[in-house]
């Protein structure tokens, strides 16, 4: 099991050796985490997130390439023709009509390297396997497919992380037919944001909206290729917003979802979602396996951002402190006080689990059982809230943090450095 890290879905496995008073408090907190707050996309409180595109992963090539090129292209559309869910019943017909031709199949492949177990090597498997050596790997192409977006008519296209991470190959199949390749410019797995490139002019392209000021009960679309079954159209309203990782289970990225009701199934990956204007509004990302009507997009505006970054850049950088925490209850805290000779006195903030070894969190001297309650002079009594302010901070600038610990409390003032990210290899 693992607890919310808001800095890292990555930190190194070393193990920091805590004081014997606070291993109680680790104990008990690790065991109720799966009652009280989402741990992980394998976590036993609810069921797992699916990031629904095959993944077809390796480390993609060109990244990077003609950066300065495509950030000389325009990528804010000509907004769409305005269509009324109550004036017309068939708004829907008119969205598609509009979007669908800049809503593409991403189909992207891998190549994996598998090496033979040593019993591969005994005469009496060669007799049936034949001279399958372990010193010698075996290589398979993993193959998947999700959807995207054009953002520009010259061939940007937005789309998940997960759908191309590590891909040799990227194909780009067009509503009119084309099948064009494709490069990934960048790819962030901590937002699940990736910007491809195709190279074509005068493609279509689909209208950016706002998802500042969304109301749950508006009416939705998706489009997209699930399943395989390509140029899809399906129909909701929004269900929510502002639903962190951690409501959904999916503790390694950095987003605030939204949520809704419309039908998405793997391969609407990296698809828009719309409003009655036939402006994107988010990204689709993220099921939930075993339930239905449960559907996650990324705020377009998170994913424009990043989009941003990845063209100027080809990466993005998030700040990392390298702590592993737990919103803290009264409930909770009569658990560890009741279960451990700790006495927590505070009743609510965010109370530190773990530190990651020679991270900026243990330069800076916090410890396990430390319990946040402010940065920068902002209250926090949630783990959402800690990491909403982390993300918001600057590389290298100091945040101040005021924590409490064994009934007084501290300033500690910490440097965030930039998240190391795992990747799929």
Known sequence: MTTKDCESQSQNSDKQHLPSQLSSIAKIGFMLLCSITVASLTGCSIPSV???????????????????????????????????????????????????????????ART??????????????????????????????EQGSGSGFIINSGGQIL????????????????????????????????????????????????????????QPGEAVIAIGNPLGLDNTVTSG?????????????????????????????????????LNVRGEVIGMNT??????????FAIPINTAQRIAQELISKGKVDHPYLGIKMVTLTPELKD?????SEVNITASKGVLLLGIVPRSPAATAGLKQGDIIQGINNQSVTKIEEVQKIVEASKIGESIQLQVQREGQTLRVSIRPEPLPVRRYS
């Open 335 to 339: 658990t560890i006080n009741s279960g």
């Open 159 to 214: 789309t998940n992380s997960h759908v191309v991470n590590g891909a040799d190959r990227v194909i780009v199949k067009l509503k009119d037919g084309r099948e064009l390749e494709g490069r990934v410019l960048g790819e962030d797995p901590v937002t699940d944001v990736a910007v491809i490139k195709i190279d074509a002019g005068k493609l279509p392209t689909v209208p950016l909206g706002n998802s500042e000021n969304l």
């Open 50 to 108: 699916s990031f629904e595109a095959q993944k077809p992963d390796a480390e993609a090539q060109a990244r990077g390439e003609n950066i300065a090129q495509s950030t000389n292209e325009k990528t804010t559309p000509v907004i769409a023709p305005i269509f009324s869910g109550s004036d017309n019943p068939n708004f829907v017909v008119g969205v598609v009509k509009r979007v669908g031709p800049a809503v593409v199949r991403i189909n992207a």
């Open 286 to 295: 993220a099921i939930i396996r075993g339930a239905q009507g449960l559907g």
């Open 237 to 273: 309203i929004l269900s929510a917003t502002g639903r962190s990782s951690s409501d959904i289970g999916a503790t390694d990225k950095r987003v605030d979802y939204i949520q809704t009701d419309a039908a998405i199934n793997p391969g609407n990956s990296g698809g828009p979602l």
């Open 112 to 141: 994996i390297s598998e090496q033979l177990p040593d019993e591969f090597d005994d005469p009496f498997f060669r007799r049936f396997f034949g001279d399958m050596r372990p010193s010698e790997p075996r290589q398979r192409v």
